[in-house]
Nanobody
Framework: QVQLVESGGGSVQTGGSLRLSCAAS????????????LGWFRQAPGKEREGVAV????????YYADSVRGRFTISRDRATNTLNLQMNNLKREDTAMYYC??????????????????????WGQGTQVTVSS
């Protein structure tokens, strides 16, 4: 069973930056590093959850929502099993609860590359990001 714990949320003014982190535990570290797809999703009050950024197992490719591309950067630190999301030039519309997600099944990973988390097995508890002008 994988446990995910997010941190780094907070309040910031428009144009500011935040760095979210997601620490993983409860699973074999080598398998987590090599076979899990990881991602960040967010949900604002009254809105559906949306995918923000995903990094599949393996190396190289990342996927971003159009609304954050060029401003957000997802990365994984394999040594510490930590997933990060660097958020720059934040906008009010980025205000939401941000969730870390992980899965290792092929179907869920494929959905995650489309920023769809409907079948993702593991979720963190969320960290709030509030952007004000």
């Amino acid at each position: 069973q994988v446990q995910l714990v997010e941190s780094g949320g907070g309040s910031v003014q428009t144009g500011g930056s935040l760095r979210l982190s997601c620490a993983a535990s409860g699973y074999d570290y080598s398998a987590y590093r090599s076979s899990f797809c990881l991602g960040w999703f967010r949900q604002a009050p009254g809105k559906e959850r949306e995918g923000v950024a995903v990094i599949p197992a393996g190396i190289g490719k990342t996927y971003y929502a159009d609304s954050v591309r060029g401003r957000f950067t997802i990365s994984r630190d394999r040594a510490t099993n930590t997933l990060n999301l660097q958020m720059n030039n934040l906008k009010r519309e980025d205000t939401a609860m941000y969730y870390c997600a992980a899965d290792r099944t092929a179907s869920a990973c494929l959905q995650m590359t489309a920023l769809d988390g409907r079948d993702v097995a593991y979720w963190g508890q969320g960290t709030q990001v509030t952007v004000s002008s």
